[in-house]
């Protein structure tokens, strides 16, 4: 066992209560690591260090172009280490070290691309409509950004939030997930490395309800950049509404995945396989619902069964593993619980339907993939999110019901569109309530882009330009120059 400490105000220290937690590898489903149990006395602490580091020389003082090349120093940290880096995630979370040494390979090109935009922040001078006054903008940092994030994508999820706010200026208190704090805890060792002053990148550790409630209600945060679950984020932004907060918040998805009788039948059924068992099911893009036409139902439900069932299953490190474990024992348990309610509402299950006891799966928490048919858009199975293996496959007649379908959800994360047809290549995505959506690919992601999702799915983007305007605010300065005084009592 490793035991960990966390970074508060460029020091490595325990919770003031001195208490920990354990880190449980899902593979083995023993516990591997402790990270300090931290507490609002912990979050205070780390509050008031970034806030002294917001208004400090040392940081305030750099010029953007320096910010800009701490970003880019950081970037070859990471890259350094990205392949150490995804053994401590896959440890920690159970997905795939294929999937998470990939993922930490690629974080680099988050703090390249926004340590480059650091110093192409611009004001606008405005052709003012008033004689004798010069009127231009600025763009300024908002302060101490509280980031919150979850356990499946650990260090991706959380550089798109740290790279785009310290690109701006800001200061941050992190809290990564209970279930997932050493990729973190290994992280920050990176940005004391690069040179980062003291108190700008503070890591608390511990459960939602003792670190993300103080940190979220923490007077001196500005922001909250929250990555997870709807029902937190929704409690989250209740929270964040009192003190009348920014907020960006990154939530749950129901995505389809709709197939057409024109599409590339092979492409599709990869496609389709790759969005709900890549990861295990265990990303807010998962596309959980494939809407198949009715004329190719039954023939891409074979193809698609003789794909997922060739799945390997088995310790996530190993590069031939295919799909790992669920990572955390409750989310095990409500993935077999949604398993039980769909069944229990008549739809068919056409593979897996449970736990997966294979040998290979050694005492790790592993569901076989599972999909059924026969699903109802209005099926619990159909609406809510699962974050497991369990695709349900729904059949449509016309391209009208297809669009219907695929809204009728409470989210809007992604979508995905197979079609050889060009006109419903461009037709779709208008019609799809979705943040991303990919034609004839799928699960696909870049720093390039906005991510981000429509109705419950969530509030704001990250990644692309304008991610950066997430953690700045506007200033209109105005300056008579014409030396005018004024009627006092009329408004200029
Ligand atoms: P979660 O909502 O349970 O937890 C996310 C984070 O919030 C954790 O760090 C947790 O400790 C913290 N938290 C929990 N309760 C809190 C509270 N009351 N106040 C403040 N913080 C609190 O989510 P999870 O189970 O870790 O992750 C899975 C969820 O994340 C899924 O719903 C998934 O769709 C979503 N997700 C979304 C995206 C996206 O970008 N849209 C990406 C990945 C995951």
């Given at each position: 066992?490793?035991?960990?400490?966390?970074?508060?105000?460029?020091?490595?220290?325990?919770?003031?209560?001195?208490?920990?937690?354990?880190?449980?590898?899902?593979?083995?489903?023993?516990?591997?690591?402790?990270?300090p149990r931290a507490g609002a006395e912990d979050v205070d602490l780390a509050v008031k260090a970034a806030r002294k580091a917001f208004y400090s020389k040392a940081w305030r003082g750099l010029t953007a172009t320096a910010r800009g090349a701490l970003l880019r120093k950081l970037g070859d940290l990471i890259a350094a280490d990205a392949d150490r880096l995804g053994t401590i995630e896959t440890t920690d979370n159970g997905k795939l070290y294929a999937e998470m040494r990939g993922q930490c390979n690629y974080i680099p090109q988050w703090f390249y691309y926004f340590g480059g935009l650091a110093d192409k922040i611009e004001g606008r001078v405005l052709p003012i409509d008033k004689p004798g006054v010069f009127n231009f903008t600025k763009q300024e940092p908002l302060g101490v950004i509280a980031a919150i994030t979850p356990w499946n994508s650990p260090l991706l999820l959380a550089a798109w939030k740290l790279a785009p706010l310290l690109a701006a200026g800001n200061t941050v208190v992190w809290k990564p997930s209970e279930f997932s704090s050493v990729s973190a805890l290994e992280f920050g060792k990176l940005f004391e490395q690069a040179g980062f002053p003291p108190g700008v990148v503070n890591i608390v550790t511990g459960f939602g309800a003792e670190v993300g409630e103080p940190l979220v209600t923490h007077p001196d945060v500005a922001k909250?950049?929250?990555?997870?679950?709807?029902?937190?984020?929704?409690?989250?932004?209740?929270?964040?509404?009192?003190?009348?907060?920014?907020?960006?918040?990154?939530?749950?998805?129901?995505?389809?995945?709709?197939v057409f009788e024109d599409a590339d039948m092979e492409a599709a059924v990869n496609g389709v396989v790759s969005g709900i068992f890549a990861a295990t099911g265990q990303t807010c893009i998962a596309g959980s619902r494939a809407l198949v036409h009715r004329s190719i139902h039954d023939e891409f439900v074979d193809k698609l069964l003789a794909l997922a069932k060739t799945a390997k299953m088995g310790?996530?490190?190993?590069?031939?593993?295919?799909?790992?474990?669920?990572?955390?024992?409750?989310?095990?348990?409500?993935?077999?619980?949604?398993?039980?309610?769909?069944?229990?509402?008549?739809?068919?299950?056409?593979?897996?339907?449970?736990p997966a006891t294979r040998p290979e799966c050694g005492a790790g928490w592993f569901v076989e993939p599972t999909i059924f048919t026969g699903v109802k858009p209005t099926m619990r199975i159909a609406c809510e999110e699962v974050f497991g293996p369990v695709l349900s496959v729904i059949p449509f007649d016309t391209d009208d019901e297809a669009v219907e379908i695929a809204n009728s959800t409470a989210y809007g994360l992604a979508a995905g569109v197979w079609t050889k047809s060009i006109k419903r290549a461009l037709e779709m995505p208008d019609r799809l309530e979705a943040g991303m959506v990919w034609v004839n690919m799928y699960r696909a992601v870049s720093y390039m882009s906005p991510f981000g999702g429509y109705k419950r799915s969530g509030i704001g983007r990250e990644s692309g330009m304008d991610a950066i305007h997430e953690y700045l605010q506007t200033k209109s300065v105005w300056i008579d120059v014409a030396g005018n005084t004024a009627n006092p009592f009329v408004m200029r």
């Open positions: 066992m490793t035991s960990y400490q966390m970074l508060i105000d460029g020091q490595w220290v325990a919770a003031r209560s001195g208490a920990t937690l354990e880190s449980v590898n899902p593979f083995t489903a023993q516990p591997w690591a402790t990270v909250v950049a929250f990555t997870g679950g709807d029902k937190t984020g929704e409690h989250i932004y209740q929270l964040a509404a009192r003190g009348i907060k920014h907020v960006t918040l990154e939530l749950g998805g129901k995505s389809a995945n709709i310790n996530p490190l190993e590069l031939t593993t295919q799909v790992g474990p669920v990572t955390t024992r409750p989310q095990y348990e409500k993935v077999l619980q949604y398993i039980d309610i769909a069944k229990k509402e008549g739809a068919v299950c056409r593979l897996g339907g449970g």
